[in-house]
């Protein structure tokens, strides 16, 4: 692809402004993470030498 990736994607979405178009990525961005974090199992546990670092840094 060349060019402007965000200008293509309002081009494609009809904004007139960039900024319509970031408001509408900011919020899959967010619902990115969301739906990312849910999928993380409730038992899930850092790493033992990732805990273990942890407690040294404090």
């Not at 994607?9 to 990525?25: A, C, E, N, W």
């Not at 969301?34 to 030498?49: H, I, K, N, S, Y």
Request: hydrophobic content about 50%; overall charge negative.
């Amino acid at each position: 692809m060349f060019g402007d990736p965000l200008d293509w994607v309002r081009r494609r979405l009809g904004h007139r402004s960039v900024v319509t178009t970031l408001v509408y990525l900011h919020t899959l961005a967010e619902l990115e993470m969301e739906t990312r974090m849910a999928l993380v199992p409730g038992g899930w546990d850092l790493p033992v030498d990732v805990v273990d670092e942890t407690a040294a840094v404090a």
